[in-house]
């Protein structure tokens, strides 16, 4: 049985989950990854305001991360919050992944050719610039 907010008259042209309580849904959407997430938020006025649930992000962030924010809501929401910490994760695993296997055409697509890039390693030491970071390779 689907509790619905609405009668069936005030119903029509509303898709099912639609129709659920607004606390239903944003449980519901828990379930789904950071792009089916997006992908739902396209799909119509009514799932982009539930799929931008300021909460539900916030649970989809804790879900997938485990950094502590210090106690405060980030300053643009969780939304934003989670895609820029999801990008810096990608960009640090690909990073340490390309240190790894010691390839220098892989850092070189990668490292900026320019003086002003900086890099702190594992030891706390500081490269800085193209030409000083090829040692960690």
Known sequence: MVVSKFGNDNAA???MIEQLF??????ALRYLDYSSLCQLSM?????RKTANDDVL???LYFQEFTEETNGGTPVNGWKAFFA???????VN????SILDSR?????????LNSDYVKCFNGSGELFTGYLLTYPLL
């Open 13 to 15: 042209g509303m898709s």
């Open 103 to 111: 390839s220098l055409p892989r850092m070189t697509s990668l490292w």
């Open 43 to 47: 799909t119509s006025s009514s799932m």
């Open 22 to 27: 607004p606390e239903v849904t944003c449980y």
């Open 84 to 90: 820029v910490t999801k990008q810096v994760m990608t």
């Open 93 to 96: 695993d690909k990073f340490f």
């Open 57 to 59: 992000w916030r649970a």
